[in-house]
């Protein structure tokens, strides 16, 4: 069983930064990827960014390609999602999850069985 808690959420002003963190708690999953979603205001919940928790692999969605960057740090079991040169669009929950997920669904909701709370971003202007 896994647990996820995020962390790190507030008001950012545009074109700022933000770090968010994922707590990793649980067993078994060593083989999964470990993934950002986000659901902004009156939109579908979308994918942002995941990394692969044994190999350290990267994804990331065209939105967020250069200006967002996911890690992990394996030795207390925490994901990271770094913000950098915020804008209006990425106001929303950012949601941690975990899953066995395979390359063809890797950036699909379905492929990941595990979340979070959530926790909002708001960017200011």
């Known amino acids: 069983q896994v647990q996820l808690k995020e962390s790190g959420g507030g008001l950012v002003q545009l074109g700022g930064s933000l770090r968010l963190s994922c707590a990793v708690s649980g067993s078994g999953f060593g083989s999964y990827a470990m993934g950002w979603f986000r659901q902004g205001p009156g939109k579908e919940r979308e994918f942002v960014a995941t990394?692969?928790?044994?190999?350290?692999?990267?994804y990331y969605a065209d939105s967020v390609k250069g200006r967002f960057a996911i890690s992990r740090d394996r030795t207390i079991s925490t994901i990271y999602l770094q913000m950098t040169d915020v804008n209006p669009d990425d106001t929303a929950v950012y949601y941690c999850?975990?899953?066995?997920?395979?390359?063809?669904?890797?950036?699909?909701?379905?492929?990941?069985?595990?979340w979070g709370q959530g926790t909002q971003v708001t960017v200011s202007s």
């Open positions: 990394i692969r928790w044994s190999s350290g692999h990267t």
């Open positions: 999850a975990a899953g066995r997920a395979i390359l063809s669904t890797i950036t699909t909701m379905s492929a990941y069985t595990t």
